[in-house]
């Protein structure tokens, strides 16, 4: 009996841990956040490694440490050619294993975040990340934001499946990730943020965006340990910039300009891509088409290699005459498009940025011979020019307008930035444009709504095996189960397994160090049997309903027969998180 | 009216005490408590409260420590808190039948909404058995002027109270 009447000490220490446990205590929000976190820090890190894998393999492919357009310049005519070549015949025989090893997970994070469960295919991930190695590495104009987000949403979905999370949490870990791999290509974290967000997702809800803004945190963060702190696109303004009337119309000019360039920009991807489908050979030697014909151009125009990130950073440093700077935004577009167009796995965004800086440049050029008194800054205009492309080509307005302003951390350029993008954004839509990301999203958005809601079922976000006691449970295993899980109410079921109430945090919190109860009290003494509960069958439209009315995290889900058997349970959160994701791709 | 968050300051008196108790099991001993309560206002069903503390008693025993045992439930059988202390001389066995025998039996009903009020009773309880008054219980439960010295139990759960951490 003696160990039923603990000492006062023993009592204290318990009251002690409980306490502390409360306070520490992660609830559901919580512990997304905790693992957005370090969704974040594995987006930067396996972001580093791939940068690192791409300099080392563009090292043993051109025997250079440099960039890719002083590799082009340096190398002999025909290493030119035969580098990125061989770089997309490498690519391309890398992909075919994707084919091989068909997996019944998909391998695109954005399919996995809008119209799948969340799962990304690990192997045919590795391999598009393989393959965009090579491409990259060998000179391709293509971004690696592409292999990045992958990289990183792969990563996010691995741990989603071994710790079993449901498809619909599963779904917002991947877009924490694929918000991770932005933010740390960028050094841009609200931009990995609204990425998600506003393309994907295509809304904003603080459901989703509090872990996604963490994550791109903590991505970004860790990156500039790994990488630096610098802003990636500096553009040195004069001291005092004020912006005049004048030259805010000339940015809605610019605006306007853009625009009208989206559309066209997007068309000739899409017709070189469409002509490298038509062609009847295989991948690897359309991949090697590809590299050979970029090679080509950068044997007159080195600048066309790459992802155009040392173009654009001269850009913005005003060195450069138009003349030279049309030749090669023709020549770099038309990279870009071979690129794209032939296969090799990447993003256009870094190549659209580029577009968009030398649309800036030259039209602010022009501006300037013709109204000198109006003062213009052609590198000014070359930065809010690739947000004004960008918020074209991706329909993504607020997202093109941080992300210039992450990039080059000026704010002085942001009523130039707003004014340009919305208008870049207004006149893209009068032609109809569909993003460059329009594919992915178009095609779930077939589905009302409503329809979608009440196809599906609480069976479908239901996570088995909640903490749960029987009514015999004593007391002291009611506070350990209080103490070591992060719930407010533990589910209680009879020898058949039948659900007959819950045992609240709030009814025993007081007494969770209370020794006297041992003896006595027992689950069957503490349940409320007055809960709400759902079936596997209910609608999610009803299980909002029952939420709407009930002031818990979870609701319990029991068997529609007569035995009411304990099932499992679903949560507030991922209803909302099924809810917003439903309501985002029929939008 | 009685709420479940309803201040229970007020001192631990009985609504019974049972002096002699006649049943030599613990059946036996609900049962003849119960039936006391035949005419008491805070009761709607005798027979519903004692089906629900034997189910109760059937998860498992309700010996709080030697020579003491609550038999108790939530049901809504009562309308509020109510209790009875019955003495057995001879004890009666409420664990088996080779544990120490029950002496003072408090018998406890409660509506099912009061859970939290259920729970400061038991502790209030709890904590007055472990004063010096209770430490003899089954001595106690021998004594001639037990209902006297049971009677007396509101002041010493108070003074306990009162000292209490």
Redesign the interface.
Known sequence: ?KE??PS?RETRRLRRRIRLAEILRLGEQQSILVIAALIGLAGAVSSFAFRRASEFIHWVLTDQHVGHVASFASLPWWKCILVPTVGGLCAGLILLLRNKWQSRRGGDYMEAIVLGDGQISFRSSLVQSASALFSIASGASIGREGPLVQLSAMLASLFGRWRKIPAVRLRLFVACGAAAGIASAYNAPITGALFVSEIILQTISMEIFGPLILSSMVATLASRHLLGSNPLYQVSLPRLYEIGWGELVAFAGLGLMAGIAAPAFLWILRAVRMGFQRLKVTLPLKLALGGSLVGTMAIWFPQVGGNGYSVIVSILHGQWLVPALVSILVFKVAATAVSFGSGAVGGVFTPTLFTGASLGFIFATGLQQFWPHLGVHPAIFGLVGMGALLAATTQAPLMAIILAFELSLNYDIILPLMAACVLAYQTSRLFATRGVYAGVTSSAANLSFERRLAAAHVAQIMKPDPPCVT??TTFPEIARLFVSHRVNYLYVINAQHRFCGVV?MH??K??LG?A??S????A???V??EFPTVEPETSLAMALEVFSRHTGERIPVVSKDEERRLLGSVSKTDLMLALVNRKSVAA | MVTEDSEDSAPLVPDLIISELRATDKWGAIHEMIEHFRDHAGVEDTAAWEAAIVE?EK??S?????GVA?P?A?TTAVNHLVWAVGISKEGIAFESPDAPRAHLIILVGIP??M??H??RF??RL??WL?SDVAQGIPELAKNENVVAILQSLPAAESAISSTS?
């Open positions: 009996m039923l009447l006062r009514l015999e609240s009814d025993v007081e007494f209370d006297d109860f003896a006595v009290v027992i069957g003494d503490l409320r049997a | 109760r998860l498992c309700t010996q709080l420590r030697p609550l108790h939530r099912p909404f859970v939290r259920y729970l038991v502790s709890a904590r472990r951490d």
